[in-house]
């Protein structure tokens, strides 16, 4: 918990991060603590100040930090000189993995894909999922959204909607063609119709796509939440049109909207799925691209990356798959927590009416407090009262509540505490200021 | 050791990896062997057979397994509860790292240069250092070498040689112009000077460059070697027409051909530097990209990545420098073994004359022997022998040796008495074959 | 008129066409007659039948074929020894040219513009158009409309709708992001909203534009018509967004809707208009694109092409303005055409309710048909009575009537009676068929 | 002849065009007349002041302006109302053009070529050759040369290496790998080896190739000349690598090296052969694509344009395929005129030792006079004194002798004198200079 003292508890200005890392950097600007230790869904600075974590990693810790079970799985394999590199060998890590995958994700849910360790990183697990839809379908165009975000490597960077990171590239990006997603052109505008007519269109100026690739919650686009009837109706586009159903799990999935894809409830089929984030269970890089088996149409090598397989991922991640996925608990779980969320953060919004409003699914859920400046100075504010919490969304004007599936209900009641303050504090002096 | 009997040591065919993994996997075919444990220079098969490891996760190892210094200091920061995943924000473990990289890489060789950790892997910290330097200069335009080998990820594999990869993009790859490398038409012909003549004309048709990128020694591309006159003309080029000098030290940095950086002898200053594989010391997925400090124009956040502070691999990486860099004996150990080495294979070249000769600098030394078929050949042999070891070049035809800078000589010894046993049989079968 | 025999007026498969014509020809193959002489609205073969022409060479001949004092003025200057080709010289030609366009059309409609030749086609204009637009910008990105052409060469082609050119490219068409039209996903939705929404949004995903590109008619995309209040708003947002206004009016322009340009009426003021077609007046090759004076940022030379100075078209094109354009008995002619050929398309389209509608603004009317195989069969069945008449529209399902703007009106009034009765023959046929 | 007087001939700044002409402009600043009318090789001005024109519109004029014969069967047609413009119908003009290609080129050099009319602009036929390229192979890339010249528009533009030009894109230009033309790198160093080694090379980065394009003759590049051994090297590099083997021919073509097209003597059979500038023969705007006859795999329409039958470019490129290529005495005159240009240059380069040397081939040829500076001045002294001459080069360095191939000796003789005393005075003048 913070210190309530006025003495500043972190002075980067003397770091050597001020002297040495790159201006690139950016979440250490807006919670400029020195992060030493954490555990579950607590942060803890160098100096002892403690912070509930709501960013949690942009939901790469969705079991919160250093699980114990997790981390006994991996002190041990690294005591016992396990595999830490091994490129893509067969190791044991790698099929204690596969197989926990197998049994406890694929089978229950009757999915028969394979999996490509693409290097560790959900950007690289993008990268091959569009180059593989486009290598089976000999096209290049991919469809992707308003507001999507696939990663920062010219390839997935091209499907990624972000002004500032698109501005980033230095080249022109191309192959990929952009349209509304649901919803962004408000109630009345059926956006799937557009696609669908532009396809339809032999002068519509769309070329037949190799894929559609869409998140069901997009994360870093501002928690819009895409409903099931509008992805079945963009599946249903795909397999229309010749083009691959890729859907980008790498920040909803792995439990975060309650069940472990988050596009289960939907009941659509997607031929290419990217995981990474929470994959690892750990925060350990580690991604994988899950195609269906008849779309395995890779040469070997033709994609490939030095660190493909993370040997200390694999023991992590099938210790969390063991943990957390062979039954139900976690997930009704994450289903009563999502709940408290909605309530929590519907009652902070009624308090701000027409300036606040909720958005998103499971606990994958937010506030939008109409600008930046205002989400800016709600997430100084709960840092400063000991909470970690972040913004998304285009003008970055949604506060995002991201907190570890595995959090205490207390916890998790005091960290919306903290918001609800800040955002009374801020709100409250904006109300004020405007007057 | 491998057991010597006929009885297949590992049965893929009923693995998980068979049934589950993509076909894109590739080293797991020619190496087939399900691998458990490593220490040092060793590699443990689940079956108890034992390898030579001449791999070296491409180089990613030059510490070799587990070494018991980096091992000991992750278990410690990982039963302390230490911070796993940060995403960029300040923490113990990252201040540490960029200490010691200040006081025992940087400051010694009056390196004034700053650190962006672009996501954990090499393909990254290209695709950050190109879109910095177009970023800068305002161009698109970037030189890469024939049999560059830089990464997968659109970006990257825009400035890649290599078909395969390029040929799996499916999309165009644009903005690099490729020329021809040092000595790639033979001794004769000067190729900065075809660079030379082809930036001067203004109707050479070559865009005015961003950034020119190479490496020093072609680690992918066939363990070409760039002379260190060349290297300072392909510098001075880049100076001449406003580009960027970037050397991509991936695979040939962290010691590799001595020194930390491959490009210290030639006299050369690069604006900016790339560095990946054997840098978290340990296999962990971890890079940087080093820019001098006045060509630090990012603004915060544009480019990103959720894995971009890999917390264990800022551990390991510290203790790696602490232990082999703070003084001159890991780099004296490897002038002194790569001699072993260069002498080793062109004795062996020598029992192949016409048939074979040797290649590269340092610790990073192959022998070419032909095609890729006889290669291929070749590291069977070896892996049936208890050795591993991998081809490199545009045909596969380079046996490339990178065994970890800290083998001991004996293991060394017998490592190279394998391969020379390997090439023995396989070329004197060749021969008979053909007569 | 056509004979009546059965006798096959045309037998191209003897002739040096389709021996050694490439396949690409096409118009030839739904009109087979071979042309030898035309003068107004009438085509005559060599056969000595006669065609009424409402194609008028896609809107190029708009005074009609060999004008007699266009042909005067250009007979004159040949047996004089005009120069006929030089480059981009001063002379007399050109000197007599620009002034009768600033007297003619410039000053009247007080319109500050520049004009460059840029070759004697609509996609030369147009690339010359979007080239200038992007140097000004310093920006790639241009917005385009579905349905747009704008040609077939690749600058031009990428911002072109149509399938089946964009397919012929062999390469990626990028730098542009297309949108829906104005009325293209219906009346109820406001498809400059749309754009409007993705350009406001820093994650929308639509580049910063240099220019947006529309047509105020899309002539080959179907006889769409924007409204003027959808210009304004288009015009509104390019200001906007700091991207330049251009509005191609190679098929709308030149008289066509009525005014000299089509965009008159809608009270908009283009930065840049491309023109061709029927500027030269008699169908020779030219083209031109205007824009204002404080947008004339070109060097010298930067865009070029041999034939940018056609001679004999800068005599014929001044001979046009001064006869149609120094008053404004043209301009309402074709309003007053344009009304008999809109209630004569409009009593067609009431005799096959259901089936068929119409569409289009002044002399650029047509009549939608449903499907590109009807559409055919009522060419076909036109051309067998004596009438040149051809489809446009993504599907080719538009009968487009663009009959010489000074067409008589006896002559209109019996090429709308062979293209009703085709149409009667046609479609009562078809509900015969389907009954 | 000019006046001699100081007065200046035309006064630019009060012209229509200097109030509304766009600053692309170009030739008209080096070559300030107001040009009237213009017969053979001679051109008038306003004024009266006559020119010998050297210059030929870029060897758009290699019969002289208004050849009485092409005037004579150009005015009959116009006369009889013959049909301008028709799309690509057939007609009787488009007819007469192809029996008499047919008869006239095909058949005598067993050629067995297509013909396609693209846009009457070389950067359409080379548009329409690159793009049957691709779709043929299936592949994008396209190897051109260093100081190529196929003209701007995007798609043609990738191939064209003049910086300025390419400069004005504004749009990455990709799809094209640029090598050293034949001599680029001196005469010691075989530039068809480094394609060789790089198309062989799986990680040379050169994807496989759709096409090679290249000049016989370098016209815009500087009069650069590919041996005949060089281009039958290419050819076989071609055929090789399965791409197709294209000539671009639209400077070099129509008799300006002799043969009527430039390839003649090297014994190449080009798959695809642009055409463009003199095939009308009197300047009107024409081109042809020629494609063997089993890759003409068009379908109907791919490649449009409104003006691809220029029916009054059928008329006079069938009068002057009749008068000047029917026999061989033109194609005998250009040898003996060319070797008296030869001569004549290389006298003049023999008073300038050190400063200036010859180039070129046929009458297409030139003298390297160092600087852009030292050529523009000696282009000013020859207008001045009646001559009408420009440059190329990738600096504007090469003074080039275009003069029509029909010039009479004595006019030739003429401007050749005036060369040589300009050259005299720039070149003595700044021989003193230097001083």
Not at 125 to 133: S, T
Not at 353 to 381: C, L, Y
Request: charged share 25%; glycine share 12%.
């Amino acid at each position: 918990m913070p210190t309530g003292t006025d003495e500043p508890r972190h002075t980067p200005e003397k770091t050597a991060s001020a002297r040495l890392e790159s201006n690139v950097r950016s979440y250490c600007r807006s919670l400029p603590a020195r992060f030493a230790r954490a555990r579950g869904a607590t942060l803890e600075a160098a100096d002892g100040t403690r912070y509930i974590d709501f960013l949690a990693g942009c939901s790469t810790l969705n079991y919160g930090h250093n699980d114990p079970d997790l981390k006994a799985a991996l002190l041990d394999y690294i005591e016992k000189d396990g595999l830490a590199h091994g490129l893509d060998f067969y190791s044991d890590a790698k099929e204690a993995f596969l197989e926990e995958f197998e049994r406890t994700i694929l089978e229950p849910r009757k999915l028969d894909y394979r999996l490509q360790f693409p290097g560790p990183t959900g950007a690289n697990a993008v990268e091959a999922a569009l180059k593989l839809a486009r290598k089976i379908t000999g096209r290049h165009n991919v469809i992707a959204f308003t507001n999507g975000f696939h990663g920062v490597t010219v390839g997935a960077l091209a499907a990624t909607g972000n002004g500032t990171h698109r501005g980033a590239a230095g080249v022109q990006l191309g192959g990929v063609t952009r349209l509304p997603y649901d919803g962004y052109l408000g109630a009345d505008v059926d956006t799937a119709a557009i696609l669908e007519r532009m396809l339809a269109d032999p002068s519509g100026g769309v070329d037949a796509p190799a894929a559609i690739i869409v998140e069901t919650v997009q994360g870093e686009g501002g928690l819009n939440v895409a409903s099931a009837a509008w992805l079945r109706r963009i599946e249903a586009l795909a397999r229309e049109n010749g083009a691959l159903f890729i859907i980008d799990d790498i920040q909803a999935g792995c439990g975060r909207t309650g069940s472990f894809f988050s596009f289960e409830q939907a009941g659509v089929s997607p031929d290419i799925v990217t995981l990474a984030k929470s994959l690892s269970g750990m925060g350990l890089p580690f991604a994988v691209t899950l195609m269906k088996r008849d779309l395995d149409q890779w040469a070997p090598g033709e994609h490939n990356g030095t660190f493909r397989g993370n040997c200390h991922a694999f023991v992590t991640a099938r210790a969390a798959l063991e943990k957390f996925w062979r039954d139900d608990r976690l997930q009704k779980d994450v289903a009563r927590k999502g709940e408290i969320l909605r309530e929590r953060l519907e009652a902070m919004a009624k308090k701000h009416p027409g300036q606040t409003f909720t958005k998103g699914r499971g606990m994958m859920r937010g506030i939008d407090v109409g600008t930046g400046e205002t989400a800016d100075a709600i997430v100084a504010e709960c840092f400063a009262n000991g909470l970690v919490i972040e913004t998304s969304g285009g003008h970055g004007q949604i506060m995002k509540v991201l907190a570890p599936l595995t959090i205490a209900d207390d916890e998790l009641a005091r960290g919306l505490d903290i918001l609800e303050q800040a955002m009374d504090a801020v709100l409250g002096s904006l109300a004020v200021a405007a007057e």
